[in-house]
Every structure is written in structure tokens, then in C-alpha cells.
């Protein structure tokens, strides 16, 4: 079945930027829909945050994250990516790349295929 792997997490200032990758395999990045969501604590829903349809049209819905986050997609890589521009502290959390056969918006209980996550650690 479709794999997601997530990569690019790590430490990073505030005001930083980072760009997070999610690598698609045993499948085509461009016959899902594909959704970013953090998740800033163990106890906490993960938060919707991206979505890219298959057609490439984007969308951001996590209002703490206009303007500073950007989805896109490589197709011939099969890669879908995460910039994250101006990072603050409240960025903290670990970042999953998930991927629906439903349209966006995507909530976390329609998706279909998870990744493990990247920890992303923003310090002050």
C-alpha cells in the first residue's frame, strides 16, 4: 500500500525557515490529495494545516499558519513538500504528511495513508 516518509524535521530558531519533505512510494503522488497536520502535543486532535489536490490547487487552513506555510508538490520526484517560513516557537510539534482519496478540505479522519511524522523543535 501507498507509504508516506517524512523528512526535514529537526531544531530551527525563531524567524527560521524550514522546508519538510514527504516522499510518496508504491504509488503516484498525484492521485491523492495531500494534507499536512501537526500535532503540538500528545494529547492533543492533530491540526489540519495544508492541502494540495490532485489537480495541484492549494490551500491553507490553520489561520496560525497564512502567510508563513506553503505546500507544493514535485511530481517527477513523487515528493510533496512543507515550507515553513518565520517559524515560531508555538510551531513546535511533530508534522505528518497524509494522503486522502478525498478532495480538501481533509479532515484526519478521512485520511487514508499517514506518515510517521517529523519532530520540529522552534526555540526562542
Known amino acids: 500500500h501507498l507509504q508516506l516518509v517524512e523528512s526535514g524535521g529537526g531544531s530551527v530558531q525563531s524567524g527560521g525557515s524550514q522546508r519538510l519533505s514527504c516522499v510518496v512510494s508504491?504509488?503516484?503522488?498525484?492521485?491523492?490529495?495531500i494534507a499536512w497536520f501537526r500535532r503540538m502535543a500528545p494529547e492533543k486532535e492533530r491540526e489540519r494545516l495544508l492541502c494540495i489536490s490532485t489537480s495541484g490547487e492549494n490551500t491553507t487552513y490553520a489561520d496560525s499558519v497564512k502567510g508563513r506555510f506553503t505546500i507544493s508538490r514535485d511530481t517527477t520526484k513523487n515528493t510533496a513538500y512543507l515550507q515553513m517560513d518565520r517559524l515560531k516557537p508555538e510551531d513546535t510539534g511533530v508534522y505528518y504528511c497524509?494522503?486522502?482519496?478525498?478532495?480538501?478540505?481533509?479532515?484526519?479522519?478521512?485520511?487514508?495513508?499517514w506518515g510517521e511524522g517529523t519532530r520540529v523543535t522552534v526555540s526562542s
Open positions: 497524509a494522503a486522502t482519496y478525498y478532495v480538501c478540505p481533509v479532515h484526519w479522519m478521512g485520511v487514508n495513508y
Open positions: 508504491h504509488g503516484t503522488l498525484n492521485d491523492y490529495t
